[in-house]
């Protein structure tokens, strides 16, 4: 079963707008991480948060911001005023066990299109 | 935060040769680094894990006599394609990891087999 669901494969928003991008995910584990990455063409992924699982407070970033809820098993992601710089597949993530440094499942990604 | 090359970024090789991708933690001891493997707009899937001194584990799927991993020092693991095909063509990325450092991604190769 897919641990991690990100059921938007591609979102085109204009430039300033707010966006979400959803991510829930599936385990069996108390202890967990969950992780959100973007990946610019470049292929590079770029860290953008980590998250534990006793930690449900939401945490804001600049423009970013995260959503965890438990009770729904969702970890969304919103990008406010959007920049076409913000152009990318964001992939959201997660790490079974209580380190965060296991192997990450990772969704599908969601490709992000920032238009001028 | 902590630092994670690749090394080459992009490789191109011809059908039935090897390629070997190193992946170095620069400045921190890497008791495991994993291999993942990202095909054209797919997402990323775990190949296996290694941990210094033995043998890598391998997900499912994954043919180990054709994807040799080698972890030699806390520093460096390196991921060997041998005979390669076409269709291994793919983005590979390592990430490294310790007791005290969570999961450190390197930039990828690119790997293009012709």
């Known amino acids: 079963a897919q641990k991690v669901t990100q059921a938007q494969t591609e979102i085109s928003v204009v430039e300033k707008e707010d966006v979400t991008l959803d991510c829930v995910y599936e385990?069996?584990?108390?202890?967990?991480?969950l992780f959100w990455y973007k990946q610019p063409p470049s292929g590079e992924l770029v860290f953008l948060i980590r998250?534990?699982?006793?930690?449900?407070q939401n945490e804001i970033s600049g423009r970013y911001s995260w959503n965890f809820q438990k009770s729904t098993s969702s970890f969304n992601f919103t990008i406010t005023a959007s920049q076409v710089v913000d152009s990318a597949v964001y992939f959201c993530?997660?790490?079974?066990?209580?380190?965060?440094?296991?192997?990450?499942?990772f969704g599908t990604g969601t490709r992000l299109t920032v238009i001028p | 935060g902590a630092v994670v090359s690749q090394h080459p970024s992009r490789v191109i090789c011809k059908s039935g040769t090897s390629v070997k991708i190193e992946c170095r933690s620069l400045?921190?001891?890497?008791?495991?680094m994993f291999w993942y493997r990202q095909f054209p707009k797919q997402s990323l899937m775990l190949m296996a894990t290694?941990?210094?001194?033995?043998?890598?584990?391998?997900e499912q799927g994954v043919e180990k006599d054709k994807f040799l991993i080698n972890h030699a020092s806390l520093t460096l693991s390196t991921l060997t394609v041998t005979s390669a095909h076409p269709e291994d063509s793919s983005f590979y990325i390592c990430?490294?990891?310790?007791?005290?450092?969570?999961?450190?991604f390197g930039p990828g190769t690119r790997l293009t087999v012709t």
């Open positions: 993530a997660l790490s079974e066990g209580g380190t965060g440094a296991n192997n990450l499942f």
């Open positions: 400045d921190f001891q890497a008791t495991t």
């Open positions: 290694s941990n210094e001194g033995s043998k890598a584990t391998y």
């Open positions: 385990t069996r584990d108390t202890t967990y991480y």
């Open positions: 990430s490294a990891s310790s007791v005290l450092y969570e999961q450190y």
């Open positions: 998250r534990n699982s006793f930690d449900e």
